[in-house]
């Protein structure tokens, strides 16, 4: 018998962290782009209550909704992703769930927005 975590396959999305590597001449920050293949992503489209609590807390418009594996240590809160052949900007808090008490291999949830 196939398990269900056997079945369900996410995509390689790439993430694009960015690190803090000093500051201008106006004080602004400068930033590195490093992009990261994270594979075993799971996209799913933004259901119409997430579309409009997006709207009513952040202003944004949530069109996908990523469920991230469980071990991965990326910062994915306000970093750019590519999948589908598009840039997309995640928004909002990630969300994380207890690993021992989720019983398939994600356990981070975060919205994503159209970007460029």
Do not use: C
């Amino acid at each position: 018998m196939v398990s269900k975590a056997q079945i369900l396959k996410g995509i390689t999305v790439t993430l694009h962290q960015l690190t803090k590597t000093g500051v201008d001449g106006f004080n602004e920050a400068i930033y590195t782009d490093t992009p990261v293949d994270v594979e075993n992503v799971l996209v799913a489209p933004a259901s119409s209550q997430e579309v409009i609590d997006a709207q009513n807390l952040w202003g944004k418009k949530a069109v996908y909704t990523l469920a991230i594996p469980k071990g991965d240590t990326h910062e994915w809160e306000g970093q750019i992703v590519e999948f589908f052949g598009a840039r997309w900007r995640t928004f909002g808090y990630a969300t994380k769930g207890i690993d021992d008490l989720i019983p398939l291999d994600w356990n981070t949830k975060v919205q994503v927005e159209r970007y460029g």
